[in-house]
């Protein structure tokens, strides 16, 4: 686990400072072929989410930048390669602690790779335009392929259960661009985004029933399932239609945004991006793509 860990957040943070280019590449729509691979091998994680209720007020918890989903993020892959016994002890048995809400689920947890979170009919089923572009798995890639998509995708589940949620860090490379030997990068300002990464956070519908272990659980954990596959699926969907424009441009009015997570209401500013009655889809101020339930979520009809 370890070494998975720091190979990930090595490769995090070579994404960030290496993949840059002068301009975003915009690719023929009728004509995209992606190699998928995740990195390093297999690296779906799953962990429990601190409890947000004893922090929050009843006006709401806020969300500032500091306070981002990219810091949980990178805090969960990070906490096990801390340097020095005392610390990484600590940030060890409190991930420990958080993780005992995941020990119902470890069996269906356990089932959890590439194949099983790959969903064709639901990406090809959208509404934009993402059915004209192929993704290659496995021994399905090709060489011919211009690009490659690395997906991290972390899985976390609050400890009352009324939310799952996942972190999908996705890293888009253009290969005839990293091929090109003669040509020179252009270093990346520091603190400056990356255009070729986004991090896609869905926070799930917020789970309503008395018992909420036995909501995701029943059924041979039906529930469970699709929602780790569901939420796989659309953060990859909103990865990949942010980065070629195929997504609404986002409102350029920062508003506050009012949500659920983990039975409490959270605010936070952003640009909208979509909004039904049920949920909003926004860009964060730190870049994310968030898809949140609104705050009044249970007094709209299903759909």
Known sequence: MLARVICITSFLLWTGFCVAKTKESQPDLNDILFNVSFLPENPITFVGKKSTVANSQSTGSMMYPADTAGLFFVSILAHAAVSGGIEKSRLNKEQEETNKVLEPYSPYIAAVNEAFLWDEEQLTGSSDELHKFQFLFGEQQQEVSRWELKVVPVFAMTQNQSSFLIYNKMTFVDRSFALQKNKKAKKQKKGQPNPNEKLVVIVSDPVVDNNKADFWLRD?????????????????????????????????????????EDGVKKIERGYVISQSCRRTVFESLAGEIKSVPNLDFSACSAG
């Open 220 to 260: 041979n954990a039906k529930s469970f399932k699709e929602a780790v596959k569901n939420l796989y699926m659309e953060s990859f969907r909103l990865g990949v239609a942010k980065q070629f424009g195929v997504l609404p441009a986002s409102d350029p009015k920062q508003i506050t945004i009012k949500y659920l």
